[in-house]
T-cell receptor
Framework: GENVEQHPSTLSVQEGDSAVIKCTYSDSASNYFPWYKQELGKRPQLIID?????GEKKDQRIAVTLNKTAKHFSLHITETQPEDSAVYFC????????FGAGTTVTVRA | DGGITQSPKYLFRKEGQNVTLSCEQN?????MYWYRQDPGQGLRLIYYSQIVNDFQKGDIAEGYSVSREKKESFPLTVTSAQKNPTAFYLCASRPSDRGHEQYFGPGTRLTVT
């Protein structure tokens, strides 16, 4: 199956700073790359996704970049706010989604 | 709620008992999935089903069983053979097209003592 590595495992940033999380994958045939945010005790929720025919996608303070040649994609959060504190998971699509191990983001006020 | 429901939200059982977790979706999705999440950990795939009357083992299927008799329903049974069943269980569904979002249910927190 797909091997997805996610880094870092924890990330602490000052409010207003940027946060970047990176994932690498192994299957070059993968074509769909979502990011999920999970708050404590809640279900994961999709925050942004990108398909293989696109290199970058933005949605307000969130952006995702994809480098298919290098087989990595990244989540960028700008102007971080306390409500951005959560666990973030990347995923890669095959016949099932393969998830990274998650990044715990803490935004310090 | 994204059209996926799980019940109950909290479940308590004694060791040695089988327990069945419910998952229902009204999104007309073909594929359904069960994940287990332990505290501070990621999502581990237990079982998945891409079509009615068919399902496959995921990465940690031992001690679990499923059925997919209806498109809308994908119940998970945690058997007494599962050594450490206490966990947060998440059900999910998505269209058969791999390039679409996967929707999660609200989860069931199972505690076995």
């Amino acid at each position: 199956g797909e091997n997805v590595e996610q880094h870092p495992s924890t990330l602490s940033v000052q409010e207003g700073d940027s946060a970047v999380i990176k994932c690498t994958y192994s299957d070059s045939a993968s074509n769909y790359f979502p990011w999920y945010k999970q708050e404590l005790g809640k279900r994961p929720q999709l925050i942004i996704d990108i398909r293989s025919n696109v290199g970058e996608k933005k949605d307000q303070r969130i952006a995702v970049t994809l480098n298919k040649t290098a087989k990595h994609f990244s989540l960028h959060i700008t102007e971080t706010q306390p409500e951005d504190s959560a666990v973030y998971f990347c995923a890669v699509s095959d016949y099932k989604l393969s998830f990274g191990a998650g990044t715990t983001v803490t935004v310090r006020a | 709620d994204g059209g996926i429901t799980q019940s109950p939200k909290y479940l308590f059982r004694k060791e040695g008992q089988n327990v069945t977790l419910s998952c229902e979706q009204n999104l007309n999705h073909d594929a359904m999935y069960w994940y287990r999440q332990d505290p501070g950990q990621g999502l581990r795939l237990i079982y998945y089903s891409q079509i009615v009357n068919d399902f496959q083992k995921g990465d940690i299927a031992e001690g679990y069983s499923v059925s997919r008799e209806k498109k809308e329903s994908f119940p998970l049974t945690v058997t007494s053979a599962q050594k450490n069943p206490t966990a947060f269980y998440l059900c999910a569904s998505r269209p058969s097209d791999r390039g679409h979002e996967q929707y999660f249910g609200p989860g069931t927190r199972l505690t076995v003592t």
